[in-house]
């Protein structure tokens, strides 16, 4: 899997993320914050509105990044409650 692939895979995710928000809520892909690691990508998104406008009210919290791997293609969600460093090192122990 190439890095268009995995992008195509991520929007694909947010797109049905979106779907399943009320008022209208919509993620876009912060493509300049994305990850590369040897086993693929780690993908950021955010609030379209907070990208537009900058407006904290409109920032949304809790939103955990995504892995996709480039050997299987596999797309997992990381979490929140930890940072970052926690869960790369918990997946790349799986490995």
């Known amino acids: ?3 268009e692939q995995a992008k195509s895979r991520i929007l694909t995710e947010l797109d049905k993320i979106s779907d399943c928000c ?3 809520t919509q993620f876009v892909l912060m493509e300049e914050s994305t990850i590369e690691k040897s086993w693929g990508w780690v993908f ?3 609030n379209k509105q907070f990208v537009d406008a900058k407006t904290m ?3 949304i919290a809790a939103n955990a990044p995504f892995l996709v791997n480039r050997g299987t293609g596999k797309l997992t969600k990381t ?3 930890y940072d970052l460093n926690h869960y790369l090192q918990a997946y790349e122990a799986m490995l």
């Open 1 to 3: 899997m190439n890095f």
């Open 57 to 59: 009210v409109e920032q």
């Open 79 to 81: 979490g929140t409650a």
């Open 22 to 24: 009320p008022h209208g």
């Open 44 to 46: 950021f998104y955010q």
